[in-house]
């Protein structure tokens, strides 16, 4: 809108009118920006909390991971301490690793004797199941039942209900190297 000359009036109303357009469609614009910027941030945060709960899940499947790694090694360990233990105390025994995923931990033969152990820090029921089970896997493996099934607890702790249970189950318990010597001796004076 064009104003003439000495119309002062006109002329505010004309710039008033075009401040307030301008600060309409600068308002409007604003409003826009803030809701697209609140949209990204929703979405940002919902992205966050996805990755959140991504990385926690990693971190408890690496933890898992690194525990049973943990227990691969402490359980090689023990079979390499009994094998050296059995090869300067007792060398009438051979002491093996079983080297399935299924079965039991480890295998001693000797004196026509062949018995599986499984091995645990501190031994629990299933522990007991697991050893049973796999005392198929050795007779289908080696041709023959183990003689004797042994749990044996590196700490040397066994719960009593562990134990009793154990016994029921025809398994016995073993809380170090020289209780598992007198145990494979016992079966093979029985022979």
Request: with cysteine; net charge neutral; charged share 35%.
């Amino acid at each position: 809108m064009m104003v003439e000359r000495g119309d002062y009036g006109a002329a505010i109303e004309a710039l008033a009118v075009t401040v307030d357009k301008a600060f309409s469609r600068l308002g409007e614009a604003l409003v826009k920006s803030m809701r697209e910027l609140r949209e990204n941030i929703d979405k940002l945060t919902a992205d966050v909390e996805e990755l959140r709960r991504s990385l926690e899940l990693e971190v408890h499947m690496r933890r898992s991971d690194v525990g049973a790694l943990r227990g691969e090694v402490v359980e090689l360990r023990v079979i390499r301490g009994l094998a050296d233990w059995f090869v300067r105390y007792a060398p009438e025994y051979e002491v093996r690793g079983w080297p399935m995923r299924r079965g039991p931990d480890l295998i001693i033969e000797g004196k026509g004797v062949l018995a599986a152990v499984e091995a645990a820090v501190r031994p629990k029921m299933e522990d007991v199941d697991q050893l049973i089970a796999g005392a198929g896997v050795v007779k289908m493996e080696c041709g023959r039942k183990p003689d004797l099934l042994v749990v044996y607890s590196y700490s040397g702790e066994v719960p009593g209900k562990v134990a009793k249970y154990a016994a029921e189950k025809g398994v016995k318990i073993a809380r170090g190297p020289r209780e598992l010597k007198e145990l494979l001796d016992g079966v093979a004076s029985g022979r």
